[in-house]
């Protein structure tokens, strides 16, 4: 009989929150050109503080033995989402932007599970397999919809330093199966995925209730 890889198992085990994940309707009001720019911006700004902390945690990790196999500088977006939010907003982004209550909880989450390598991975998985593969199709119909070049907008989706995503995601489904974790450990890090899941899809409901709330 077949033995099941890891990043198989992961995949099967975490696809209901994956697709709970994508049908958020705020993502539905964005993708149906529902939502201004300024409120396509409010997920822009939630983001970089998400990847301030995920991208922070990488660097911290980048000579762990374990997790250091899932550190990527190439796929590092804090300074595609600056490009972004000074596009969208101005040159005074910064003044412009806050956490939300949701976000702060994630960011809690990536900063609380740092020392373990599967933590880690679990929250690196979820975010940067989805922008690798579904957000690409996200940022075609954002410059569809918004009118978006390079540059500035959303270039959080573009992974220029990535020769080629079907073949990185390959190598980083070939990482995923090498860690040949136990039972248990398996379970652990199939438990955070789905965690992740849901806190990031927690970002976009409180998102939602943002840009609808009366002005």
Not at 48 to 59: K, P
């Amino acid at each position: 009989m077949a033995v099941t890889s890891f990043s198989e198992t992961l995949k099967s085990a975490t696809w209901g929150e994956h697709e709970s994940a994508e049908g958020e309707s705020y993502l539905s009001e964005l993708m149906g050109g529902r939502l201004n720019e300024r409120e396509y911006g409010e997920m822009v700004a939630q983001h970089y503080f998400a990847y301030v902390a995920l991208d922070g945690v990488s660097r911290r990790l980048s000579e762990h033995p374990v997790a250091g196999r899932f550190v990527f500088p190439e796929l590092y977006r804090e300074e595609a989402l600056e490009r972004d939010l000074a596009k969208i907003y101005g040159p005074g982004w910064r003044d412009r932007i806050a956490p939300s209550k949701a976000t702060r909880t994630l960011v809690a989450r990536i900063e609380q599970v740092a020392d373990w390598p599967g933590g880690y991975i679990a929250h690196h998985y979820t975010r940067y397999l989805g922008d690798l593969s579904g957000g690409q199709f996200i940022r075609m119909e954002l410059q569809k919809i918004y009118g978006y070049q390079p540059g500035g907008g959303v270039d959080f989706y573009l992974f220029d330093q990535v020769r080629s995503l079907p073949r990185f995601k390959e190598e980083y489904r070939s990482r995923l199966d090498a860690l040949e974790p136990d039972e248990r450990e398996q379970q652990r890090i199939i438990r955070e995925v789905k965690l992740a899941y849901q806190l990031n899809t927690e970002v976009l409901a409180e998102l939602l209730h943002v840009v609808r709330a009366p002005a």
